[in-house]
């Protein structure tokens, strides 16, 4: 089951988005408050729209009402965050992966605090990943994954949560085997993909993995 959540972050191409979203066929999409605005700017129709409804253009939100698109309405003062609230939904909806667009951009805490969110995800046994444009950002915890994409595009592997032990990196123009990486460097950024396939993987620790599209 594959959710697709778009908020209120940025978005700079709107047709690059909306191909990456047809593209995917997502089971359900759901509109975090504002992202209902960027979903109306695609001529997209989301399964659901979530939150306080204080970002969302009264315009947008009465076109949904018109296609019966389903609301769940918030109070502005609450624990969780908007984004949380549509991954609550999310897992009830039983995602195995959530792709989040429009996480970026704006205001930095947000930002941060949706990457964080990665791990959050991770803990409910779905598998997570930011799309933008430009970018794909994904976790690695103890395991190895493999990453599709094109000769050139750029990779950034950044320990987190502490040092990643046991860092190997294939098929990338800096490889590394069984790598020790501290948290505190950044010996990790700006790999190049050497072809459409490549592998990073960490025995022991969490990793950031940034896969900048060529």
Not at 72 to 97: Q, V, W
Request: hydrophobic share 40%; aromatic share 8%.
């Amino acid at each position: 089951m594959k959710v697709c959540i778009i908020l209120n972050g940025e978005v700079k191409d709107y047709n690059i988005i909306k191909k990456i979203i047809n593209k995917e066929k997502y089971d359900f999409i759901i509109c975090a408050d504002g992202g209902a605005n960027h979903a109306y700017n695609m001529d997209i129709i989301p399964d659901y729209i979530i939150g306080d409804l204080d970002s969302a253009s009264e315009s947008v939100i009465n076109y949904y009402k018109e296609k019966n698109v389903s609301f769940e309405k918030f109070p502005s003062k609450k624990d969780e965050t908007d984004m949380e609230i549509c991954i609550y939904l999310a897992e009830k909806l039983n995602a195995k992966r959530i792709d989040l667009i429009a996480a970026m951009g704006g205001r930095i805490d947000h930002t941060i605090a949706n990457i964080n969110l990665l791990y959050y995800i991770r803990e409910k046994n779905i598998f997570p990943k930011i799309i933008s444009e430009k970018e794909e950002i994904q976790l690695a915890i103890n395991e190895k994954l493999v990453l599709k994409g094109n000769k050139g595009d750029i990779i950034s592997v950044i320990p987190t949560k502490g040092d990643a032990n046991g860092v190997t990196l294939e098929n990338l123009e800096y490889p590394l085997e069984e790598y020790n990486m501290k948290y505190s460097m950044p010996l990790g950024i700006s790999n190049v993909m050497l072809g459409k396939l490549c592998s990073v993987s960490v025995k022991e620790g969490a990793l950031l993995v940034i896969r900048n599209i060529n």
